[in-house]
Structure formats: structure tokens, C-alpha cells
């Protein structure tokens, strides 16, 4: 059993996320703790095999952890839970260990997949002994970075999804499905099971856009998640 140390400041969050860990198989929560200080002195009294770990603590970041770890020589793997988009973050997670990084906000179909990958890896170079040649341990590394596909439901295409997101970026005011159907060259019907699904997954947010007759054309903007974690259209983001 690999055992889980959830550590994230926002109560609701850390809850949420305890949940999700309960439903993986082979998976156990160690413990759910809200700042720095507290996930340190848990790690004292007892060991854990993995943290999920938010970077934007109330006492320290979620980077110095992992630096602290390190320096104590502590085997403790760490999958960042955080919404850091920076890439000077993210080459600073690597270096000090961090082994997925995971962008909020996400599904439980997206941490469940890097849990899985996370499990293969653990199984094969968790154990004592030695690879049995370089094609192992390639495998191994590859199980963390390659892209698990079957995450996305049936009938939904990530090339497909990846153009309609790309729209709602360059949108300000928000896009219609009939709109987002024409640049995607897709149907409207297509275009707004998309964008629904965008919505179900926290990407996306239905405005309604108000004309001179008739009932309100619903329309999409994309989410943005800032530092703090709060939610903002994509119109506030500077």
C-alpha cells in the first residue's frame, strides 16, 4: 500500500483530495495536513511514500519542503497540486524532486491517472535489487511522463479539445458554441458538448450575453486559476 500524505491549506481542497486518494486502489491517506510546519512534524512521527503537495502554504512554499526533504535525505516522492503555471516553477519542482505535476483545478479522472503512473513507477524502482538493463529503467521514467490518453471519456478527442480551448484563450468577452463551431470547423452541436465539458471539468463558465429581444444567448469564458487558487474570467486576467 502506498501511503499518502495530503498536504493543502484550503480546508475544502484538502478534503477533496483525500477522497479522490481513498478511491485509487493501492493507494492510503497517511494524513491531511494545512501548512508546512504541520506536514514537517507529521513526516517526523511517521513515514509516507508520497505527498500531494499545494506550493501556496500559509507558512512557507511548497518548494522549500521538497528542499528541506531533500537536504535530510528523505526518500519521499511528491506530486505538485497547485495552480503555478510558471515554467521557472516548474523546472524548480523537477530539480528538487517533485515527480508529477498536477495543474489545478483538475478532475479526479486527472489525479487518478497520475496516482496510476505513479504506482507503475513505485512498483518498479521502489523496490531493492538492480534493473536488469537500461531498457528498465527507461520504461520506468517513461511511465511518469507519458500522457495517459484514456483519461478522456469515449467520443471525446484531445486534438478536438485542444482547439476549443485554444479558442476560449483567445477570446475576451466569452464565444457561442455556433462561433467556436466555426473556427473548430466542427458542428454546434460538437462545439457545445465540448464546451460543456470544459465547464463540467472547471475550465470553463456559461455567460449569459443579453440582446435587444428574446432570451439570452448563452456564451463560454474560459476559468483562470490565480496564486491564491480563486477563480477568475478570462477577462480579468491582466
Do not use: N, W
Not at 79 to 100: C, E, K, P, Y
Not at 136 to 161: F, I, M, N, W, Y
Amino acid at each position: 500500500m502506498i501511503e499518502v500524505l495530503v498536504v493543502e491549506d484550503d480546508r475544502v481542497a484538502a478534503e477533496a483530495h483525500r477522497r479522490y486518494v481513498e478511491r485509487v486502489p493501492g493507494f492510503a491517506v497517511a494524513g491531511v495536513v494545512h501548512s508546512g510546519d504541520a506536514a514537517l512534524r507529521l513526516l517526523d512521527r511517521r513515514p509516507v511514500d508520497l505527498i500531494l503537495l499545494d506550493f501556496y502554504l500559509p507558512d512557507c512554499h511548497g518548494l522549500e519542503i521538497c528542499r528541506r526533504l531533500r537536504a535530510a535525505g528523505r526518500p519521499i516522492d511528491v506530486i505538485a497540486v497547485t495552480s503555478a503555471r510558471d515554467l521557472t516553477m516548474v523546472r524548480s519542482a523537477v530539480s528538487v524532486g517533485v515527480v508529477q505535476y498536477l495543474l489545478k483545478p483538475f478532475t479526479f479522472a486527472g489525479l487518478r491517472a497520475k496516482m496510476e503512473r505513479y504506482a507503475r513507477f513505485h512498483s518498479t524502482l521502489g523496490r531493492p535489487g538492480e534493473a536488469a538493463d537500461q531498457d528498465e529503467v527507461d520504461r520506468a521514467l517513461a511511465t511518469l511522463r507519458t500522457p495517459d490518453r484514456s483519461v478522456l471519456p469515449k467520443g471525446v478527442s484531445a486534438q478536438t479539445l485542444e482547439a476549443v480551448r485554444e479558442i476560449l484563450r483567445g477570446t475576451e468577452d466569452g464565444v457561442t458554441a455556433g462561433a467556436a463551431a466555426s473556427t473548430a470547423g466542427v458542428s454546434r452541436v460538437t462545439a457545445r458538448r465540448y464546451l460543456e465539458y470544459l465547464v463540467d471539468h472547471g475550465y470553463a463558465e456559461r455567460v449569459p450575453r443579453y440582446g435587444q429581444v428574446g432570451r439570452p444567448e448563452m456564451c463560454y469564458r474560459r476559468v483562470v486559476v490565480t496564486q491564491g487558487g480563486s477563480r477568475t474570467a478570462e477577462t480579468d486576467e491582466p
